[in-house]
């Protein structure tokens, strides 16, 4: 039987392996960490429960999927809930809007919130239907890279209604053509966030974000997020797909132009193909010195990184929900700090998200498990000492402000984890979230392919390639990769 060897056991290396598994490989996957999930991880601490990374679900149907191949019920391993709130806002004027997951509700408060017509809201939001519908089968759902992928009605069709998908305004002033209140305009702003990105610089296009969340909706795992990579590794493991733990690989083995197995401090593996979900920047720097390097790709701009404060408190917040967002009030100022500047802003927005709001036994009882971020730039080699400081109090002040209270007081237990942090947990380059950040209209095609234009047999899935960071991506790109193996046989 022909065999697969996986780099990193990220939720995109533990649907790879599925995927390849269905289609007759024999599959190993070796993993530097001693737990699966990378970026999707969990920690328990002082009675309290916290995922490390991704914290909001959208699209689970892509999870659900790969249980359904090999013909088991989901349900039986994965079990998500429906939000009916996708996120409570909060401005520092004492602006309160909580964004509801029916649509009509959604439209109708809002226009009432922000001084909008409905009717205008209405229509933003079918236009944005409109560029993902265009778009979502060239761009998310196959291989960019490959010529077949062009040849097709629906590439046609988007090429027609190009002048529909706002490739030349970016997010922000698409925002500000379709709405005249900042508040909103923020709020749809945002989504640029959901891929590191800043809205000032990311194109309009990408206002086809809120879409999936608004379509789709948002949701909860049973058990939280940790659930997602845990249910695909037990999937795995039951499938027969062998994983080696505190393996990290050294060194992919070459015979010629073509890919034939990987090297570990104290073993050589061979395998038919070689899938790398490894960062595609530390790949290409530290496994494959031989090989000259797609220079541009690796040099695009990296998505942002990330500040996050695991707290256990010692109170219950009423007024939040499972995800809580409350503003900056300066956020062309805060994107400048990120991205320009390679700065914390003086006034960040905080994300502040309770998963014990869903799952009562996460946070010990009249207690909150808060999982406190804030955007940062990657990791330049700031003193991220001192930005942790400073972060921390500005964070504490934001909140204090916003939410009238006094929370220093209530925190019982506290966890970091930083850019360098998340750099070194998960080989991510400069501790970026989402690998290279969307911020040129070009960023899609420059994103590196789910295969190597030079070297034979070696792939790419996850984060760092296309279609993109964020979880249902992520999965996206196994099923590209797992395809893109399939074709190469035939
Ligand atoms: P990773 O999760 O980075 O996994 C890569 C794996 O490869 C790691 O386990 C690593 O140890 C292993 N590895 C690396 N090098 C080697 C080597 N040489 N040998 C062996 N193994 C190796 N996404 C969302 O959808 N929703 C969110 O709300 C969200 N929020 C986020 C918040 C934070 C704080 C973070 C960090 C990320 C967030 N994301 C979110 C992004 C999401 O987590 C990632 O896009 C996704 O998990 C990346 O998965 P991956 O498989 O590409 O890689």
Same mark, same amino acid.
């Given at each position: 039987? &022909?065999k697969?060897?996986?780099?990193?056991?990220?939720? &995109?290396?533990?649907?790879?392996a599925?995927? /390849?598994k269905?289609?007759?490989y024999?599959?190993?996957?070796f993993?530097? =960490?001693?737990?699966?999930?990378?970026?999707?991880?969990v920690?328990?601490?002082?009675?309290?429960?916290?995922?490390?990374?991704?914290?909001?679900?959208?699209?689970?149907?892509?999870?659900?999927?790969?249980?359904?191949?090999?013909?088991?019920?989901?349900?039986?391993?994965?079990?998500y809930?429906?939000?009916?709130?996708?996120?409570?806002?909060?401005?520092?004027d004492?602006?309160?809007?909580? &964004?509801?997951?029916?649509?009509?509700?959604f439209?109708?408060?809002?226009?009432?919130?922000?001084?909008?017509?409905a %009717?205008?809201?209405?229509?933003?939001?079918?236009?944005?239907?409109?560029?993902?519908d265009?778009?979502?089968?060239?761009?998310?759902?196959?291989?960019?890279?490959?010529?077949?992928?062009? /040849?097709?009605?629906?590439?046609?069709?988007?090429?027609?209604?190009?002048?529909?998908?706002? +490739?030349?305004?970016?997010?922000?002033?698409?925002?500000?053509k379709?709405?005249?209140?900042?508040?909103?305009?923020? /709020?749809?702003?945002?989504?640029?966030?959901y891929?590191?990105? *800043?809205?000032?610089?990311?194109?309009g296009?990408?206002?086809m974000?809120?879409?999936?969340?608004?379509?789709y909706?948002?949701?909860?795992?049973?058990?939280?997020? !940790?659930?997602?990579?845990?249910?695909?590794?037990?999937?795995?493991k039951?499938?027969?797909?062998?994983?080696?733990?505190?393996?990290?690989?050294?060194?992919?083995?070459?015979?010629?132009?073509?890919?034939?197995?990987?090297?570990?401090?104290?073993?050589?593996?061979?395998?038919?193909?070689?899938?790398?979900?490894?960062?595609v920047?530390?790949?290409?720097?530290?496994?494959?010195?031989?090989?000259?390097?797609?220079?541009?790709? +690796?040099?695009?701009?990296?998505?942002?990184?990330?500040?996050?404060?695991?707290?256990?408190?010692?109170?219950?917040f009423?007024?939040?929900?499972?995800?809580?967002?409350?503003? $900056?009030?300066d956020?062309?100022?805060?994107?400048?700090?990120?991205?320009?500047?390679k700065?914390?802003?003086?006034?960040?927005?905080?994300?502040?998200?309770? $998963?014990?709001?869903?799952?009562?036994?996460?946070?010990?009882?009249?207690?909150?498990n808060?999982?406190?971020?804030?955007?940062?730039?990657g =990791?330049?080699?700031?003193?991220?000492?001192? /930005?942790?400081?400073?972060?921390?109090?500005?964070?504490?002040?934001?909140?204090?402000?916003?939410?009238?209270?006094?929370?220093?007081?209530?925190i019982?237990?506290?966890?970091?984890?930083?850019?360098?942090?998340?750099e $070194?947990?998960?080989?991510s380059?400069?501790?970026?979230?989402?690998?290279?950040? %969307?911020n040129?209209?070009? &960023?899609?095609?420059?994103?590196?392919?789910?295969? *190597?234009?030079?070297?034979?047999?070696?792939?790419?899935?996850?984060? *760092?390639? !296309?279609?993109?960071?964020?979880?249902?991506?992520?999965?996206?790109s196994?099923?590209?990769? $797992?395809?893109?193996?399939?074709?190469?046989?035939?």
């Open positions: 039987m &022909a697969a060897i996986i780099i990193g056991a990220g939720i &995109a290396g533990l649907a790879t599925l995927r /390849l269905k289609k007759g024999d599959v190993e996957v993993e530097a =960490n001693s737990y699966p999930g990378g970026k999707l991880h920690i328990e601490k002082d009675g309290f429960r916290f995922d490390t990374g991704p914290s909001l679900l959208t699209m689970p149907h892509l999870i659900d999927e790969l249980f359904e191949l090999f013909e088991n019920d989901p349900k039986k391993y994965f079990v809930k429906k939000k009916d709130v996708i996120c409570n806002y909060f401005w520092e004492g602006t309160r809007f909580s &964004a509801k997951a029916s649509l009509d509700t439209v109708n408060e809002a226009a009432s919130k922000f001084d909008e017509q %009717s205008t809201i209405s229509k933003y939001l079918k236009k944005n239907q409109l560029k993902y265009l778009t979502a089968k060239l761009f998310l759902e196959n291989s960019l890279h490959k010529m077949r992928s062009y /040849l097709t009605k629906e590439t046609f069709e988007a090429i027609l209604q190009i002048y529909r998908l706002d +490739l030349m305004n970016t997010l922000h002033r698409t925002n500000e379709a709405f005249g209140n900042k508040k909103l305009i923020q /709020l749809f702003d945002r989504y640029a966030t891929n590191g990105s *800043s809205p000032y610089k990311t194109p296009i990408m206002s974000i809120p879409h999936l969340e608004m379509y909706g948002t949701f909860f795992p049973k058990g939280g997020m !940790h659930r997602i990579s845990q249910s695909l590794f037990e999937l795995a039951e499938q027969g797909v062998v994983f080696h733990f505190e393996k990290a690989v050294t060194k992919i083995i070459l015979k010629g132009q073509k890919a034939v197995g990987v090297e570990t401090t104290d073993q050589r593996s061979f395998g038919d193909i070689i899938v790398s979900n490894m960062d920047h530390p790949t290409y720097r530290k496994l494959l010195h031989e090989v000259d390097a797609p220079e541009r790709t +690796l040099h695009q701009e990296r998505s942002s990184s990330a500040l996050i404060f695991y707290w256990g408190i010692k109170k219950t009423p007024k939040l929900d499972l995800h809580n967002i409350l503003f $900056s009030d956020y062309e100022a805060e994107f400048n700090s990120l991205f320009s500047e700065d914390l802003s003086e006034d960040p927005t905080v994300y502040i998200n309770i $998963s014990a709001k869903e799952e009562a036994t996460d946070a010990p009882k009249g207690c909150e808060w999982f406190v971020m804030i955007n940062t730039p =990791n330049y080699g700031q003193d991220w000492e001192a /930005l942790k400081l400073k972060a921390r109090r500005s964070i504490i002040e934001k909140i204090d402000r916003v939410l009238g209270t006094d929370i220093e007081q209530y019982v237990t506290e966890q970091v984890w930083d850019p360098i942090g998340i $070194s947990d998960t080989s380059y400069r501790g970026a979230l989402y690998g290279a950040a %969307s040129d209209r070009f &960023a899609a095609f420059l994103r590196h392919p789910n295969f *190597s234009r030079s070297i034979k047999h070696l792939y790419f899935c996850g984060g *760092s390639v !296309h279609p993109g960071g964020g979880i249902p991506l992520c999965l996206l196994a099923k590209i990769t $797992s395809d893109l193996v399939s074709n190469a046989k035939k």
